[in-house]
């Protein structure tokens, strides 16, 4: 047998490296739009394209084919022709469903890769096993490897590196990139083909004729036609899908020209389009109804020269924050064409587009109404607390006149009852004493209160034995509770500070407040007041009072209200009378003296108040004023 030696036509090899690359190109651009079109187009796309790419590819391949030249005459196989033209398609139709798959799994893509490896080999050898001629084609193993490693690198890199930039949410590769993945497809595909071509030879039968048979197969100028209209079909559908790509991103785009006019026109509130230099450049309608003035006003004149010089520097401030990429909203005030002031409340964005900043909007929305009832109501306020601090200053007033003449009515009560008087006068006298008692007692907790609620109460800083406030304010009680057969208790640490500085009258008007409501509602048992300290920071010490009782508790629906002014709950306020200011007034005097004060009961098992106060233990002037009011 003799061998054949062929020679390659260098424009026919220059060819197959272009349609290679034109193909690849084409694949990664229809990858990249498969990502983005809808679900119901995608088959679509995918069918059409994989038929389209499968003969772009077959027709590098036969490109190459025909570019080699032998001194026989060959033609080719019409049903291996099929058959290799059908390889490369099935190859494209099995990456375009796995790289527009959602979340595709390994395994889905390594064999996607496998299977367009042995479609691309396939169509190569499969292609020239097609060719019929007056040889034997030979085949070196190794090489014929090598070819398989191109074709399969080809096939798992277009896989892998696109499903990769995908699955990072980097979206569709730019131009560059695309170029750089074509011309690397292209590339390998090159170099499986004419390493598959290389690893072939060709020894021509002996005494065999140089010109196969006539009638057999295809000639190389039909193959070329159908590989010149597979080409050809391929730059139609590729174009033709720019072209309606193109004019269907146009309609996209006229469909939000339309929807932002008429979101723009539209939109109730005033809209203003600037550009990067603050010019107005476009108003909506609502700008001129809540204005008065027309577009042509407004695009002739400086937006800032409508506002108030204070409201300009702050509205250019928010510009150049809007110009680094921050959203401002701000309320300024813009002067009406009839003279009156608008309240405006705007909030100005930048427009990006490209990557980069085109255009400034601002939505006003006026809020005048809003700001003119925020005044209304303001005003309300200031009048009701002037209407509150008139009514403390007439109870003030008057608590001090009616108490001047009560006085005298208490003392010249005792002086009758430091008299002779004897019988029915002198209970008479005792009535009198009693009810004046009672009464300059409603009327100091009216005057504590009324000091309260104007601001006018202030602490004294003084030093005072905590021991002897303790026993004074229950030797106030000693003889109620011995009357009533109760037992009253104090429990004292001896590790507290003998001397305090602090407002004692305060404190013990607190404590007689609530050890007065113990003895009131206790019928039988007992009293107990205590005291601790909670903590000490250098020289101030923060002490907590306790005073528990076993009398009747207090309602669970009471507990709420139960430091309210004037709050009394039905049955106590039936049996026991009184104002309801006590416990009032005495949450506002430990909150002057920086603590709390809380309660816990439960009906039937009595109840347990408990506050905290701020002392000094530290030696300091007397009587100085803290200068705290409530």
Known sequence: MEHLQGTYSLPLVLLSFIIAVFTSYCAVELCCRLWQ?????????????????????????????LALRLPIEVRYNAPYIFISMLLPVAAVLAGLSVLTDGHPSRIKLAAAGVFMTLAVCGMHYVGMTSMIMPAEIRYDPVIVLVSCVFAGGVSFASIFLLQRRRGRGKGPPGLRARIASSLLFGALLAAMHYTGMSAASYEAYPAAPLLPDPDAGFSEVVLATCVGAASLLLVLVVSGGQMMDRRFALRLAEQSRQRYDSIFEHNPDMVCLFDLKGQLLRVNPAAERITGYSREMFLSRSFTSLLNRRDAARVRACFARVLEGTPQTIECTLRHRSGRKIHLSTTIVPMVAGGRIVDIYTISKDITEQKESERLLVQAKMEAERAARVNSEFLAVMSHEIRTPLNGI???????????????????????????????????DVLDFSKMEYGTVSLKREAFSLHACMEESLGLFAPQTQQRELELRCEWDERLPAQLFGDEGRLRQVLINLIGNAVKFTERGEIRVSVRERRREGERVELEFAVRD?????????????????YQHASSAKKHGGTGLGLAISKRIVELMGGTIRVESMPGEGAEFLFTVQMQTAPAPAAVELGRSG
Do not use: C
Request: aromatic share 8%.
């Open 37 to 65: 079109v809808q679900a119901r187009m995608k088959a679509v796309r995918i069918a059409l394209g994989s038929l389209t790419l499968g003969l772009g590819f077959w027709s590098m391949h036969f490109v190459g084919l």
């Open 410 to 444: 208490l003392a010249m009560s005792d002086l009758l009852l430091e008299s002779d008087l004897e019988g029915e006068p002198r209970e008479y006298a005792k009535i009198i004493n009693r009810s004046g008692t009672a009464l300059l007692s409603v009327i100091g």
């Open 550 to 566: 076993t009398g009747t508790g207090i309602p669970e629906e009471a507990l709420p209200n139960l430091f309210q002014p004037f």
